[in-house]
């Protein structure tokens, strides 16, 4: 965890790597008993036995000791340990079962790797239930690397991205190629907003002037935003409508 790394901003993935983790799971919505079922039944002997080390370490000694915890040091270790398909749902136990609060997580995120920030990101809807944690949602955005571009627009940063910075983010997985399908409570949030259909539209004719392919994402939340709001989704609501 105290290894160097790059500056966020040049996280920039160029590699044309999938947005999301491949081993089927979504560590920011799956319960953390269900991810530890799920990684018991696909790791093999010697990852599951370093996976429950790490995770008594992490009972053991919860929250932060010292300069560095155990536990910080084993989510550098788990993609080596677990394999990189598992690694996301193994680093999110690990936070999880430290307890690691705004300030740990804060921590981690910006001493981590590119992986461990997005490990981060997919922990905060477990373990902060306020906005504590938006700056990280906010920097990962900032950022070209899809993956934290995806996750930071979990249920996290569904819940408490305001309504301006939201649109920008819908705005930044279609420039970037991020699916739509992995921006978390979507159909709410797009749901009746009049402000995101005009810069859905600016961006698509924009596009189109250049001679270039409008995303077929993008006429699916289009006709999102031509739904009526329901009950909870006006000014009033989490998300609110302004910009």
């Not at 788990?78 to 300030?103: N, S, Y």
């Not at 939201?166 to 699916?179: E, N």
């Amino acid at each position: 965890m105290t290894h160097p790394h790059a500056p966020a901003g040049q996280d920039a993935d160029t590699t044309g790597r999938p947005a999301a983790p491949g081993d089927g799971t979504t560590p920011a919505v799956t319960p953390p008993a269900d991810l530890r079922r799920h990684l018991a039944a696909r790791l093999d002997g010697a990852a599951r036995a370093w996976l429950d080390q790490a995770l008594h370490e992490a009972t053991a000694h919860p929250g932060t000791h010292g300069p560095i915890s155990v536990w910080e040091l084993r989510l550098a270790e788990a993609g080596r340990r677990c394999g990189p398909e598992h690694a996301d749902a193994a680093r999110v136990l690990i936070l999880h079962t430290a307890h690691a609060d705004a300030e740990a997580l804060t921590r981690v995120y910006h001493q981590g790797t590119a992986d461990e920030r997005r490990a981060v990101l997919h922990a905060l809807p477990h373990l902060v239930p306020g906005p504590e944690a938006l700056p990280l949602v906010e920097d990962a955005l900032r950022t070209n690397d899809t993956r934290l571009v995806a996750a930071a627009l979990g249920p996290y940063g569904a819940r408490h991205l305001d309504a301006h910075a939201w649109r920008h983010a819908v705005l930044k997985c279609l420039f970037t190629g991020v699916a739509l399908d992995l921006v978390a409570d979507l159909d709410r949030r797009a749901r009746g907003d009049a402000e995101l259909a005009r810069m859905l539209g600016d961006y698509a004719a924009e596009r189109t002037a250049a001679g270039r392919t409008v995303p077929e994402d993008l006429h699916r939340v289009l006709a999102l935003t031509g739904s009526a709001p329901t009950q909870g989704d006006g000014p009033d609501a989490p998300h609110g409508k302004e910009s």
